[in-house]
């Protein structure tokens, strides 16, 4: 429970955190097109999240199987992010 509590935590701590970073490394020129973008993209994200997840449940892949996927494209991320250029 502990750990479900903290992780928890860490999702809701990194909407803020995002939009700081888009406030301070963007030009302000475009910081409000930037963060609008944010939002419009978890919004649909997240509205369409959990039908997929009833719908590749209800075709026979399960959470198990779920989990590797998401699993995956956090690798995919974390790889991706290497690649990010570094600060001088």
């Not at 449940?57 to 590797?68: A, V, Y």
Request: aromatic content about 12%; hydrophobic content about 60%; proline content about 5%.
């Amino acid at each position: 429970m502990f750990l479900a509590l903290s992780l928890v935590a860490m999702v809701f701590a990194e909407i803020p955190i995002t939009t700081w970073l888009l406030g301070h490394y963007l030009e302000p020129g475009i910081r409000s097109r930037a963060v609008s973008f944010e939002y419009t993209l978890s919004l649909g994200v997240g509205s369409v999240a959990v039908p997929v997840i009833a719908t590749l449940h209800s075709n026979g892949i399960g959470f198990d199987q779920q989990f590797l996927l998401l699993a995956g494209a956090a690798i995919a991320v974390f790889v991706a992010a290497l690649f990010l250029p570094k600060q001088s």
